[in-house]
């Protein structure tokens, strides 16, 4: 057993429902900042494994407008919220696209609801990692449900596995035909599947076909993903969308799941922090280091190939 | 110098023609299997630096059709076109979800193009360098221009740019507010815009909205980025699409950027390839090794937190 180190004023501050404090964290975080270290560390002991809900899903299904639902129907079930939104923008500005791009409909001074975007600067994998300590420091600061919203799709929606308790996969009735071809990668990551936009043509047959692929599919450890049908402009669904977000909680904890899937997404998570801080610290040497500058000539030259150039610089040390 | 080691006997086939050589080294390259690091070395002095041409935009936008007559035009101009088209799929089951989804109406026997799907296994970094390696193979092959098509947006999209040498980001006129908010993101990896479906209401203004954006952006080293409209379902400015890349293509050489960028890609698939040989020892060590299993339930037991487990995991070794 360690000693619990003493708590930084900040962390303290973060457990009292400090929002600024709040903010300033996850800015850290989002930064890649050091200094948030001894804060996550600390607040880490003093989270409660809050479901953490992933809404993912193509661009212009509407993610953002059930988000905003689903927050006001989980405030009238008086439940506190935090809600960390992905954005897709660059990794080589570094800036945030959408900003405050989710306007939530909250009465003025709720302060049980905390709207968070976050740059996805760097890789998909540190993302998570990076989304991860997010989504616990909010835990930490009290909220009872984290919703992560992950915009765009491929990899990093892929991601939301290593993020999210509970993932809802948006789709609409009619996105062409790529969406189609979507559908099967998109089966290993959806606990409940949402079709949103169920007043437009063609989205009882969506619903069908979704749920007939569901019933085929065996099934993810004893889990049937859930199809649900919401609108957003006549709002309806989003009763029916938390509690099948509920009941796959629910399982979580019934079925022996939850420590099982809490491990498999650390174990993730740190791997991908070594990776970063490995791929972080080479980037840097080979810019800086002559040596490895020399080897990055050799391999512009044609002589060396890029993976014997890696092999050269991974040499596997000791603890590894 | 170093004396070159003799050619693998498949490497040889490649560059004779050989396109069953050339199919199973790739299914190598993309299951990550080592036996293809003496063919892809072989074949790496050996590339010519064709143009890589980066097509990448949201589902939906006819990215497949846009391409297949882009073959077409270029075919009409007696250039030979690989082209591959990185999918997807899941990272779980390894399968490829497209397939061979893009039908090229090629005549039957027309050996100057070659089309392969490639399923996005792992993580986008570690996507980007297996895709580079299998362009340069392609390269190697003979083949005058590799297309490289992403499917979804996000960070594998903007990973396009560790890839090609001219990116093509393909918009249409209506996809939603979500569209514009990505634009941002977008302008740092677009070489060429295509605004596609331009028979559709509205294109115009995108057109003409997207252009003013450009103008006032400051332009990638010296390089204002094109607006193009295209439409594949009564084919137009598949030509003007063309000359653009090529004009791309042209200022690469004429302005010096040409080696600069190419180093930095190698820098950048140098650096992901080591971070996924890092990742890969260490996920498993992770499952295998009961140092580190302890560590993880260290971790699990909310004794550690995951930070602090990385850290003690990445001790810089030699080299590094």
Chains 1, 2 share one sequence.
Not at 41 to 66: C, D, E, F, Q, W
Not at 132 to 147: C, K, P, Y
Not at 283 to 310: C, F, H, K, Q, Y
């Amino acid at each position: 057993m360690t000693r619990a180190a003493p708590i930084p004023a900040a962390a303290r501050a973060i457990l009292d429902g400090d929002r600024r404090a709040l903010a300033r964290v996850i800015s850290q975080i989002e930064d890649r900042d050091p200094t948030a270290a001894p804060i996550t560390r600390a607040l880490y002991p003093r989270t409660h494994a809050v479901p953490v809900v992933g809404v993912t899903g193509p661009l212009g299904v509407g993610k953002s407008s059930l988000i905003n639902l689903l927050v006001g129907r989980l405030r009238a079930l008086d439940r506190t919220v935090g809600i960390v939104a992905v954005d897709p923008s660059s990794p080589y500005s570094g800036g945030s696209v959408l900003g405050d791009r989710i306007r939530l409909d909250r009465p003025a001074g709720d302060g049980g609801v905390y709207f968070r975007s976050m740059a996805s600067r760097g890789e998909a994998g540190g993302i998570a990692a990076a989304t991860r300590e997010v989504t616990r420091v909010l835990d930490a600061a009290g909220f009872d449900v984290v919703i992560v919203e992950t915009v765009g799709s491929g990899q990093v929606d892929v991601a939301v596995r290593d993020v999210a308790t509970t993932s809802v996969v948006v789709l609409v009735p009619h996105l062409g035909d790529e969406v189609q071809t979507l559908k099967a990668g998109l089966f290993e990551i959806a606990d409940v599947f949402c079709v949103n936009k169920a007043d437009l043509p063609g989205a009882d047959l969506a619903r069908r076909d979704l749920a007939e692929l569901v019933r085929l599919g065996a099934g993810r450890a004893g889990w049937t993903p859930r199809v649900v049908s919401t609108s957003t402009t006549q709002p309806a669904g989003i009763d029916e969308l938390w509690e099948n977000i509920e009941a796959h909680e629910k399982f979580l904890d019934d079925s022996g799941q939850r420590p099982l899937e809490e491990r498999r997404r650390l174990s993730s998570e740190i791997v991908e922090l070594v990776r970063e801080r490995v791929g972080r610290r080479l980037s840097d040497r080979l810019e800086r280091d002559p040596s490895l500058r020399g080897l990055l000539d050799e391999v512009v030259a044609r002589r060396i190939d890029p993976r014997t150039a890696a092999e050269r610089l991974d040499r596997p040390g000791p603890p590894r």
